[in-house]
T-cell receptor, first 112, second 117 residues
Framework: KNQVEQSPQSLIILEGKNCTLQ??????????LRWYKQDTGRGPVSLTI?????NTKSNGRYTATLDADTKQSSLHITASQLSDSASYIC???????????FGSGTKLNVKP | GAVVSQHPSRVICKSGTSVKIECRSL??????MFWYRQFPKQSLMLMAT?????????EQGVEKDKFLINHASLTLSTLTVTSAHPEDSSFYIC?????????????FGQGTRLTVV
């Protein structure tokens, strides 16, 4: 069964600290994996996209890693800011069928 | 990245009336668009897949007669919530599938907050 699981469900960190969010998936065959940021009351915005052959991808203070062998991805946020408070969603695309599988998201709260 | 525009961003309607939500891909053609529903503090739930020129494919448990989807052109899909009731109040989000080479990506609209009173 194709699934995407994210952890932790929620996270509270202090401003300026780093954090890492996890995404484990069983989707196969795998096409790509994307991390989205969703602010409350807004649509998700793409942060990174990685294909099978990519191990890491950065977008400013966001760095995503992918281990296709273990089917794990992480999103590392460096020097967190209050504006990083949002839900972060991992989405895996099923190859050939172009079907998307969503994780349930990690809600990050950055406190001053 | 590609832009998907969703309109309106907020709508309040009376119980029993119908509401139409538009989803447009502004700078690319989208043969496939998706409609999601999101309740507070929950993840996105796929309602239906909208294919240009053909009938939408609905997920299990989604009433196709209540949530009418029309994808008449390569840049526009609409979701009409018919005879809305307070339990239909939710955040509705569309996304459009963008394929370039072997990569497929989804771009999301800004979402529509529907409140049925």
């Amino acid at each position: 069964k194709n699934q995407v699981e994210q952890s932790p469900q929620s996270l509270i960190i202090l401003e300026g600290k780093n954090c890492t969010l996890q995404c484990n998936y069983t989707v196969s065959p795998f096409s790509n994996l994307r991390w989205y940021k969703q602010d409350t009351g807004r649509g998700p915005v793409s942060l990174t996209i990685m294909t099978f052959s990519e191990n890491t991808k950065s977008n400013g203070r966001y760095t995503a890693t992918l281990d296709a062998d273990t089917k794990q991805s992480s999103l590392h946020i460096t020097a967190s800011q209050l504006s990083d408070s949002a839900s972060y969603i991992c989405v895996v695309t099923l190859m050939y069928f172009n079907k998307f599988y969503f994780g349930s998201g990690t809600k990050l709260n950055v406190k001053p | 990245g590609a832009v998907v525009s969703q309109h309106p961003s907020r709508v309040i309607c009376k119980s029993g009336t119908s509401v139409k939500i538009e989803c447009r891909s502004l700078d690319f053609q989208a043969t496939t668009m998706f409609w999601y529903r999101q309740f507070p503090k929950q993840s996105l739930m796929l309602m239906a897949t909208s294919n240009e020129g053909s009938k939408a494919t609905y997920e299990q448990g989604v009433e196709k007669d209540k949530f009418l989807i029309n994808h008449a052109s390569l840049t526009l899909s609409t979701l009409t919530v018919t005879s809305a009731h307070p339990e239909d109040s939710s955040f509705y989000i569309c996304s459009a599938r963008f394929t370039k080479g072997q990569n497929t990506e989804a771009f999301f609209g800004q979402g529509t907050r529907l409140t049925v009173v």
